[in-house]
T-cell receptor, first 112, second 114 residues
Framework: KQEVTQIPAALSVPEGENLVLNCSFT??????LQWFRQDPGKGLTSLLL?????REQTSGRLNASLDKSSGRSTLYIAASQPGDSATYLC???????????FGTGTRLKVLA | AAGVIQSPRHLIKEKRETATLKCYPI?????VYWYQQGPGQDPQFLIS???????DKGSIPDRFSAQQFSDYHSELNMSSLELGDSALYFC?????????????FGPGTRLTVL
């Protein structure tokens, strides 16, 4: 059974810092991994999708990497801004099923 | 670009009442997924449909049922509502075999059970 965890659960950093969010999964037979951002009480905003054949994806200040063999993905945020404050969720699509298994989330606060 | 549409966006019901949530996928998407996100929790998979057939089932209570119609929209029917059903319900759609099988999420329906 796929299990997805995210570390740290919460993070508070000063503006301008580069930071790394971690996502770990137990079953390496995945077909993709997607990172989302969620503001309090709001919907899911897709940030990056990494297909199983890819090692990383970049969008603006965001870079996501995938290491299937070790069951890990990292989301790198460069030059963090207060507007980046939100909960970040990773979701794993496991081969053989249609569903996403979501991680436990990292609650990020960037201080001005 | 067209996105996933969910209606209603907000719904308030009393205990033991019924509720119907609707999801309209992105045009040409053939797969629909339903997720439930309780307060302070991560989204949990409920059920999915591919070409109008149930394709996978998660932790969906027996009080809930869902279906996908010929136009690919989907409805989640919830009966005998309980306080614990209060949550944000997301619908997502994808194109089977599409790039990375990416799921596109709707804005969610916030259900409050009083």
């Amino acid at each position: 059974k796929q299990e997805v965890t995210q570390i740290p659960a919460a993070l508070s950093v000063p503006e301008g810092e580069n930071l790394v969010l971690n996502c770990s999964f137990t079953d390496s037979a995945i077909y993709n991994l997607q990172w989302f951002r969620q503001d309090p009480g709001k919907g899911l905003t897709s940030l990056l999708l990494i297909q199983s054949s890819q090692r990383e994806q970049t969008s603006g200040r965001l870079n996501a990497s995938l290491d299937k063999s070790s069951g890990r993905s990292t989301l790198y945020i460069a030059a963090s801004q207060p507007g980046d404050s939100a909960t970040y969720l990773c979701a794993v699509g496991t081969s053989g099923t249609y569903k996403y298994i979501f991680g436990t989330g990292t609650r990020l606060k960037v201080l001005a | 670009a067209a996105g996933v549409i969910q209606s209603p966006r907000h719904l308030i019901k009393e205990k033991r009442e019924t509720a119907t949530l609707k999801c309209y996928p992105i045009p040409r998407h053939d797969t629909v997924y339903w997720y439930q996100q309780g307060p302070g929790q991560d989204p949990q998979f409920l059920i999915s449909f591919y070409e109008k057939m149930q394709s996978d089932k998660g932790s969906i209570p027996d009080r809930f049922s869902a279906q996908q119609f010929s136009d690919y929209h989907s409805e989640l029917n919830m009966s005998s509502l309980e306080l614990g059903d209060s949550a944000l319900y997301f619908c997502a759609s994808s194109l089977a075999g599409g790039p990375g099988n990416e799921q596109f999420f709707g804005p969610g329906t916030r259900l409050t059970v009083l």
